[in-house]
């Protein structure tokens, strides 16, 4: 298993307000696309506390590029310090065709659905640096930098070279979170009984 690191912040601005701030930096868009997540845990993970939830789960991700589809089950691990912020993490894809399928072959191995998370993300670049912005559920705008970078020949050492690039470009963040977890907020917010 691959362990990367990376960083999640929200953002405090209208989606319109945060391109023209990445349009004026010089960030061109790399990439655009939707991504739809179902949350699956297991039953015996499902009545603990939103974070140990969310240490070893599942995904049925469903991903929409243009005339292009791909449909995945993504397991993800996260091992948080004692400040719930991200030390390690991992994760392993495999391509499936059926999502419902995909789904049926989940509940027989006793994960439940938690929740669902549907973002529109875009990927920018301007060859120095590479950050996403993913608007989640059409209700909250986060940014992500991760170490390796797709689109640029570039690997960020660690985690305060990515908050560098943050604060280099004047990006403004909710409560100096670098560590933000999307999932548990949706979690928080759109529990399914």
Same mark, same amino acid.
Do not use: W
């Given at each position: 298993?691959?362990?990367?690191?990376?960083?999640?912040?929200?953002?405090?601005?209208?989606?319109?307000?945060?391109?023209?701030?990445?349009?004026?930096?010089?960030?061109?868009?790399?990439?655009?696309?939707?991504?739809?997540? +179902?949350?699956?845990?297991?039953?015996?993970?499902?009545?603990?506390?939103?974070?140990?939830?969310?240490?070893?789960?599942?995904?049925?991700?469903?991903?929409?590029?243009?005339?292009?589809?791909?449909?995945?089950?993504?397991?993800?691990?996260?091992?948080?310090?004692?400040?719930?912020?991200?030390?390690?993490?991992?994760?392993?894809?495999?391509?499936?065709?059926?999502?419902?399928?995909?789904? =049926?072959?989940?509940?027989?191995?006793?994960?439940?659905?938690? +929740?669902?998370?549907?973002?529109?993300? +875009?990927?920018?670049?301007?060859?120095?640096?590479?950050?996403?912005?993913?608007?989640?559920?059409?209700?909250?705008?986060?940014?992500?930098?991760?170490?390796?970078?797709?689109?640029?020949?570039?690997?960020?050492?660690? +985690?305060?070279?990515?908050?560098?690039?943050?604060? =280099?470009?004047?990006?403004?963040?909710?409560?100096?979170?670098?560590?933000?977890?999307?999932?548990?907020?949706?979690?928080?917010?759109?529990?399914?009984?």
């Amino acid at each position: 298993m691959n362990c990367e690191n990376e960083i999640t912040v929200e953002i405090p601005l209208k989606i319109e307000e945060l391109k023209e701030l990445f349009k004026n930096k010089n960030f061109k868009i790399m990439e655009e696309y939707d991504l739809n997540d +179902i949350y699956m845990i297991h039953k015996n993970d499902i009545d603990k506390e939103y974070l140990d939830m969310l240490r070893n789960y599942v995904l049925i991700r469903h991903i929409i590029e243009n005339k292009k589809e791909t449909k995945l089950i993504t397991h993800k691990y996260k091992k948080y310090n004692d400040k719930n912020e991200i030390v390690k993490q991992s994760k392993i894809n495999c391509s499936i065709n059926s999502i419902n399928d995909a789904k =049926k072959l989940l509940e027989a191995l006793e994960y439940k659905e938690r +929740i669902r998370i549907n973002a529109h993300l +875009i990927v920018y670049s301007n060859g120095k640096d590479e950050i996403a912005i993913q608007n989640v559920n059409n209700k909250h705008i986060y940014l992500e930098i991760e170490q390796k970078c797709n689109y640029i020949d570039k690997t960020y050492r660690d +985690i305060e070279e990515m908050k560098q690039v943050i604060k =280099k470009y004047n990006i403004p963040i909710e409560n100096e979170n670098y560590f933000v977890n999307k999932a548990e907020i949706e979690m928080k917010e759109q529990i399914i009984n």
